[in-house]
Nanobody
Framework: QVQLVESGGGLGQPGGSLRLSCTASGFTFSMYTVSWYRQAPGKERELVAF????????NYADSVKGRFTISRVNAKSTAYLQMNSLKPEAPAVYYCTAKWTLTGRLYWGQGTQVTVSS
């Protein structure tokens, strides 16, 4: 069956780094664009980063530009979000999505919690 599983969340230190992974199964991952979203309690969900199906184009929210890097390895059906220079913020759940732009089919992962605190 279709699965999109995030991992790598946890507690990060201000100024430190975390790397999130998003591993897909049950569909042709290489045909799908991938986005990372985050949502903190009481706040709207925010689009953090986007990558095309081939990995040749990326976009970032202004709040993370220069600090976060989205990438993917289609041979492993996995996308990543490298988060550097972490800032102390409210805990948020990070979700990855995979979207087939031809049909609009969209899959969501279950999310992984990220907390940045000293």
């Amino acid at each position: 069956q279709v699965q999109l599983v995030e991992s790598g969340g946890g507690l990060g230190q201000p100024g430190g780094s975390l790397r999130l992974s998003c591993t897909a199964s049950g569909f042709t991952f290489s045909m799908y664009t991938v986005s990372w979203y985050r949502q903190a309690p009481g706040k709207e969900r925010e689009l953090v980063a986007f990558i095309t199906s081939a990995g040749d184009n990326t976009n970032y929210a202004d709040s993370v530009k220069g600090r976060f890097t989205i990438s993917r390895v289609n041979a492993k059906s996995t996308a990543y979000l490298q988060m550097n220079s972490l800032k102390p913020e409210a805990p948020a759940v990070y979700y990855c999505t995979a979207k087939w732009t031809l049909t609009g089919r969209l899959y969501w992962g279950q999310g992984t919690q990220v907390t940045v605190s000293s």
